[in-house]
């Protein structure tokens, strides 16, 4: 269908979903071919140091699922879990030690880091060749003057999902919500690198709404469950919602979930909670061309992506 006859079945219409799901098992399947074909000894395989500080359930949760994505594919992973207590000078020595083992090819800090770290601080203190979450400055340089790096796993993966889908970058009014370094203006730049026109908002941003919805492809990363709302969204556009925003309420779960709620509030009764991105769904669905689904959407994509990365930092650490 295309955006025009979208724009005006307001009612009836559904936006397309964009799935993670596919795209980032195509991504993996292709790191998997290009492991086997590059190293076949195990033990020569690339390998990726996860260090986790403190007891945060989510950083958990995100340090786990990237072990098992590392498994999946035939990278070898460390987890390095460190207590609550642990000071920066021991996290710096460390990562010190991770820098200077040859057989590690990749380091992820989990972030965040407890109170009392200094975040920047430590990533200035990885091997920027091996830093696969593309957030130290001589990377984040890089980046911004258009040569090779490790770029951000969450923006990498939206430019895959993007183009694997055939949605067209080039010449496009795009607008990024949010300008934080490790979503909006890594994203920002590569939209810019594939041509868009990118227009970047943030809190201090006057009357949002009326800059989103000029957008044909919308990226929205605030962490603000459900902001992007009917009245921010050009009809037909593309939104792609990074945001990941944990609900308890059943009250809000109606509210934003239309056909779904039943379903979503069966999940807060067993589980306390469910996620929301920073686009309210059922708004969205009424007027966007395509949108992602959270979850189910960029958080597979960006999993894929840092096992991409750990591969690269093997290639290139190896010659
Ligand atoms: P940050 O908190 O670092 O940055 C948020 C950005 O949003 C800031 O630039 C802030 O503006 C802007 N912002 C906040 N409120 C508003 C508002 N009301 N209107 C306009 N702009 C606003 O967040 P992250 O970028 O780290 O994460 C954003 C969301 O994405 C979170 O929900 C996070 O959980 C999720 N996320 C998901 C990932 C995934 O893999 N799916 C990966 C990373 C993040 P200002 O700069 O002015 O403060």
Redesign the pocket.
Known sequence: MAPEEKSTAQTSQRAELLEGTRISDDIKREVATEIEELWRKPEQRPCLAAVRVGDDPASEVYVKNKIRACEEVGIRSEHHSLPCSTTASELRELIGLLNSRDEIDGILVQMPLPEGIDEAAIIETLDPEKDVDGFHPVNVGRLALGRPTFVP??PA?IIELLTRNEISIRGAKTCV????????RPMAQLLTQHDATVTV?????QD?KSVTRQADLLVV????PG?IRRDYIKSGATVID????KISEESIARDLFGDDAARRMETIKRRGYTLV??VHPAEADTVAGRRTP?PG???L??VAMLMRNTVKAARLRRG
């Not at 919500?177 to 909006?184: F, T």
């Not at 990074?242 to 925003?245: D, E, H, I, K």
């Open positions: 796993c969450t993966g919500v949010g300008r934080s370094q490790i979503v909006g908002c943030h809190s201090r941003t949002l990363a605030i962490g603000r902001l990074v945001g990941m925003n991105g920073d959270v959407g960029v958080g994509l960006t």
